[in-house]
């Protein structure tokens, strides 16, 4: 079935420095993804939607400047989290929707990667 | 295998009907959440569940978590054109490998369909 890939699975970085997470779709081509940030113990809370070749969309509340998303193919979307400070520290979760025949759409959700600013 | 059973896959109903979706585990969830997903949109948050036996609403959607914490229900009460998507739930799960000792796991989704 089809797979999203994230990469690194978890990360640990001293504060002020930038980290990118890469999330793949395997075997699908996938024109949009999202990005989600989960707290300990709480939802997955949608930071931004992704959109292959064009400007990502940000939700409200969610710093675009802090939060760089850049989908630069069918497959790979990054999120890179500049000058991490330890409350950015968090899970990241990306999805991407794949679209079967007769309009069905599942999503598929990455591993995740667990970021930790000290 | 799958972790979290959710049922049924899809859903077609009158508007105006009750309805209800079945999130399952064979573990104890320790955290369960409800999701709405309108095609081509990320996941909006519905509601979290953490106590056996807790019950949330919000607006015309109610979900429970059972006093064993391993299954779950969303029911919606006379639907709406407007509660039409693909409802996930989500859970963490108890794991011994990993980043960390939980694990966000989601189910394969409930796509809702209400007709006028």
């Known amino acids: 079935g089809a797979v999203v890939s994230q990469h690194p699975s978890w990360v640990i970085c001293k504060s002020g420095t930038s980290v990118k997470i890469e999330c793949r779709s395997l075997?699908?081509?996938?024109?949009?993804m999202f990005w989600y940030r989960q707290f300990p113990k709480q939802s997955l809370m949608l930071m931004a939607t992704s959109n292959e070749g064009s400007k990502a969309t940000y939700e409200q509340g969610v710093e675009k400047d802090k939060f760089l998303i850049n989908h630069a193919s069918l497959t790979l979307s990054t999120l890179t989290v500049t000058s991490a400070h330890p409350e950015d520290s968090s899970f990241y979760i990306c999805?991407?929707?794949?679209?079967?025949?007769?309009?069905?759409?599942?999503?598929?959700f990455g591993p995740g990667t667990r970021l930790t600013v000290l | 295998s799958q972790e979290l059973e959710q049922s049924p896959q899809s859903l077609i109903v009158q508007e105006g009907k009750n309805l209800t979706i079945n999130c399952t585990s064979s573990k104890t969830l320790y955290g369960l959440y409800w999701y709405k997903q309108k095609y081509g949109e990320g996941l909006i948050f519905l509601m979290m569940l953490q106590k056996g036996g807790e019950e949330k609403s919000h607006e015309k959607i109610t979900a429970k978590l059972d006093e064993k914490k391993q299954q779950s229900s969303l029911h919606i009460t006379a639907s709406q054109p407007s509660h039409a998507g693909i409802y996930l739930c989500?859970?963490?799960?108890?794991?011994?490998?990993?980043?960390?000792?939980?694990?966000?796991?989601f189910g394969k989704g409930t796509k809702l369909s209400v007709i006028p």
């Open positions: 999805s991407a929707p794949h679209s079967f025949p007769r309009g069905t759409d599942t999503q598929y």
């Open positions: 989500g859970a963490d799960m108890f794991i011994h490998s990993g980043a960390g000792s939980y694990q966000l796991t």
């Open positions: 075997d699908f081509q996938a024109t949009t």
